[in-house]
């Protein structure tokens, strides 16, 4: 079976305008093999990986798994769960972290209130590398396991980044896939030279476009007008663009603007891309693209 990756990448199909979207990550360790549905798929317990999941549905909280690279022992179990709390809008973004041996904790959380920014205190603030998030969930996609197991064991292996394996992260056909945090930018194809980049860049407050799949706080279309305004004025500061969408999701005028006051109004059309399946074993399908049509500056 041809990976889905191996055809994406072989008809060039562009990554950008392809990110989860999540004004806010809530990632939690653990360790073992993760089902096609992580968080009731694991070995945490299924009715708390299903409450979590229904306590962030509709808040703009995402919730995913994280562990560890490389293979966890046999029947290993985390005594205390690593949890990262992260919150992607720009000039509001913030990572924080805890420790907890009992997950369902957790759901003493205001997810609503995480979802618009707002941590209350919970955990303590990040200050280490920056989070590196390799996509390896090979039960949900083939080649997230095989592209994405090899790279997270390179870059723990580099250093330089807090690097951790995570669960379904989207858009296996451009995996390796990558996230960043506390920014939420996304990156398909990765490897390691190109990460390492990225993690310099954002100690010193900029970020990489080269193979972006864009910033988790904004949909689709609002990924596209942003790295679209990144391209055309050069602008890398992380927290320069902000974005105000309108219209459906995948369509519309998006404003994106900059915070030394510029403005620019931005079309974007949801298109045909290349034919090719979404995932391994998939049937070949027109894949849809964000197309900006226009960037028009504004007074």
Same mark, same amino acid.
């Given at each position: ?15 950008? !305008? ?41 808040? %703009? ?70 989070? !590196? ?22 870059? /723990?292996? %580099? ?15 451009? /995996? ?28 010193? %407050? ?33 927290? /320069? ?39 391994? %074993?998939? !049937? ?16």
């Amino acid at each position: 079976m041809t990976l889905c990756a191996s055809a994406s990448r072989t008809l060039e199909e562009p990554p950008a !305008a392809t990110a989860a979207t999540a004004t806010t990550w809530l990632l939690l360790e653990q360790p073992g093999p993760w089902g096609p549905r992580a968080l009731t798929g694991s070995r945490l317990d299924p009715a708390l990986g299903a409450a979590l999941e229904s306590a962030a549905e509709g808040t %703009g909280v995402r919730v995913a798994l994280i562990r560890r690279p490389g293979r966890a022992p046999s029947g290993s179990v985390a005594r205390a769960h690593q949890v990262y709390l992260a919150h992607t809008r720009p000039g509001r973004s913030w990572l924080r972290t805890l420790r907890t041996t009992e997950p369902a904790e957790l759901l003493g959380l205001d997810f609503a209130r995480l979802g618009a920014g707002e941590h209350d205190g919970t955990g303590d603030p990040y200050h280490g590398d920056p989070l !590196a998030l390799v996509c390896t969930h090979g039960r949900r996609d083939r080649c997230c396991a095989e592209l994405g197991r090899p790279l997270a064991a390179e870059l /723990a292996a %580099g250093g330089g980044v807090e690097v951790w394996e995570i669960s379904h992260l989207g858009g296996h056909r451009f /995996a390796p896939t990558l996230l960043t945090l506390p920014h939420g930018y996304a990156y398909g194809r990765a490897f390691a030279p190109l990460v390492k980049e990225v993690a310099t860049a954002l100690r010193e %407050g900029r970020m990489v476009t080269e193979r972006c799949r864009g910033r988790s706080a904004w949909g689709r279309a609002g990924q596209a007008a942003e790295l679209a305004v990144r391209e055309l004025t050069g602008e890398d500061g992380a927290d /320069a663009l902000g974005v105000e969408e309108s219209g459906a999701e995948g369509t519309g005028a998006v404003t994106v603007t900059h915070t030394d006051g510029r403005r620019w109004a931005v079309t974007v059309e949801e298109a045909d891309g290349p034919v090719l399946p979404a995932s391994c %074993g998939a !049937a070949a399908l027109p894949q849809t693209r964000m197309a900006v049509t226009a960037v028009r500056p504004l007074p």
